[in-house]
């Protein structure tokens, strides 16, 4: 009896047999089938390279047979897998397809591609998802169909399968092809991650520092791949934990019976200074007050953060603030919320905490965000408020669709008056803000902008977002306001998380004539800057011009303030003599001069160890 798909007495055809592979029946021979296993897989990649940037004008050339291996080497092994080249070849298009519009999503949203530490952060997308925009350009809707077509094509047209293996040769045969096949795959895995053999060879860009850079140069899938090797931070050399707590020691001298002022630290949602970026002519100030306390107002020390991250991924700002540790040592573009906290971390919160401070997060969203809900209480928060407590106690204002910064910085004041009352205890509240958080193109009811630059169209999206920091402006000037009427010593910490999205300063690089594809390396460091202000309602040295970055603020308001610093802060203040900017971006030494980590990495041996104990060696004697 003939070997078929189906029962005889059916009316369809029987297979086409190969020596080990049949083309399934209803086709003509396997000509179609092998045509279309050795093209497809090239077309899905090119459709979905598209969907983001023109990878004929942006990735280097010696890096498409890469990413065409690993597209025909995944198509192969799921061949092998499945024994259906139709299941292989619609797989590998669906994904990289979907892969490849989530990741222009994921760019348009925040100015930097999905990396691999991103699923992490799936559940925190997703609260934000209706936010913005998720309309298609006329190409991507293109690309799409394509992709769809292509589907259609494979279904109809790939028909080549491996059949059932009914002999032990048969088998063994299949099963060797698929070793084969995956260890191929792994090959190049491992080859991509070992900077000296293909990283070399092919000449690939591999700047963790520039993700976006990396993705136009190395091609979307080769970058994720030479990235996922990142997905666990190496150990710093020369670490022990015994190293740490040795370098830790030699800063125990440090004196204490300092001031125990109340601190109040505002990390404010995408607030930053466009004029870093190049000039423009407003119709008004978007900042009045801060400009003026950055003239040498009276008890201020203000400056300029180097953050990690812009356009998004604010947790890791709040993590160099409140550990002091820096993201340079770290997987840039990772979240240590997410991938590296599981438990308490020592913090500035419980060094507090042992000082005999009162301490609360506050935060006008929602509590899963950022795993913010665990994190908080890892690093030891007594109190905690998110968004629903907002609305409980009344300080539930909204500009556009958030909790405007007068709302936010009204509950600060709330909870401080009560916690003052049932404790007593010098206070540490920690509040990150809501009200400029993207997006900056839709039009609302309840807010209307009224700064604009002048040359640039009204509605644009940039004038919404300097109309939101005079907002946010004149809520701080009423928030120092409060507390310098406060009998209590108190000390103000005010900062940008982050710069907004690369769509909110490219008018102003037009302007200037400059172009965020061909940005310097100086130039690119400035999409990292924003403003900090220290403010005390009691004498402090006045301080302005300060250039640093966020792991290094907390010991800079200590001693600012006249607190006690505890070891570390004693030691990172040490670091910061010789390396005042240590981020993800840029480390900067006392001259000003510019360098990537790896360029001072031995001459910052001693932080990186010490970080490293903090985070992961945990209290082992």
Known sequence: MPDTDVKEGEGSKPAVKGRFFKVNPGRSGMIPGVILFLTAPGISFLLSESMLRNPFKYMYLRAVPLNLAVF???ALLLFMIFGSERISLITVTFFSMLFATANMYVYRFRSVPIEPWDIRSFKTAM?????????????????????????????????????????????????????????????????????????????????????????????????????????????????????????LKAHEHTEKGGKTPNIIVVMDEAFSDLKVLGDYETDTDPMPFLHSLQQGGENAVTGTLNMSVKGGNTPN???????????????????????????????????????????????????????????????????????????????????????????????????????????????????????????????????KPDVHISGIDSD??????????????????????????????????????????????????????????SLTMAQNCDRYKVPFLIWANYDIKEECGLDTSANFLSSIAFRSAGISLSPYQDFLLEQMEDYPVISAKRVSDKSGEIYLYEDVKEGLSDYAIVEYYRIFGGEEE
Not at 472 to 487: G, P, Q, R, S, V
Not at 489 to 508: C, I, K, L, N, R
């Open 460 to 517: 644009a999206s940039v004038n919404m977002y300097l109309s939101l920091m005079k907002e946010t402006d004149a809520a701080l000037k009423e928030l120092l306001e409060y507390f310098e009427n406060e009998e209590e010593e108190t000390v103000v910490v005010f900062f940008g998380d982050h710069q907004p999205a690369d769509s909110v300063a490219d008018p102003v690089w037009k302007l200037n004539g400059v172009s965020s594809g």
């Open 127 to 247: 609260s934000v998802a209706g936010e913005y925009d998720w309309s298609l350009s006329p190409l991507q809707v293109i690309l799409l169909v394509l992709s769809i077509a292509l589907i259609l094509c494979e279904w109809i047209f790939a028909r080549l399968s491996l059949g059932k293996p009914f002999s032990v040769k048969k088998a063994a045969v299949r099963i060797a092809c698929a070793l084969l096949s995956f260890a191929a795959l792994s090959a190049l895995f491992l080859s991509l991650w070992d900077e000296h053999t293909v990283q070399k060879k092919y000449r690939l860009y591999d700047k963790l520092f520039t993700p976006d850079t990396m993705q136009y140069r190395d091609g979307t899938f080769v970058a994720f791949i030479m990235e996922l090797k990142y997905l666990v931070p190496s150990v710093p050399e020369g670490y022990s934990p015994e190293k740490a707590r040795e370098i």
């Open 317 to 447: 700002s709040e993590f160099e603030f409140l550990t002091g540790n820096t993201m340079a040592f770290l997987t840039d573009g990772s979240i240590p919320y997410q991938q590296y906290m599981s438990g308490p971390v020592p913090s500035l919160v419980s060094e507090l905490e042992e000082a005999g401070y009162e301490t609360t997060a506050m935060h006008p969203y929602r509590p899963g965000g950022w795993n913010r809900d665990k994190v908080y209480g890892w690093f030891g928060f007594d109190n905690v408020y998110f968004e629903d407590d907002f609305k409980k106690q009344g300080f539930y204002g909204l500009i556009r669709e958030y909790v405007s910064d007068l709302s936010d910085f009204g509950m600060i004041k709330d909870v401080f008056e009560k916690n003052r009352e049932e404790t007593g205890k010098p206070q540490f509240i920690f509040n990150v803000t809501m009200q400029n958080h993207s997006p900056y193109t839709k039009k609302y009811g309840n807010f």
């Open 72 to 74: 025909y080497l995944t």
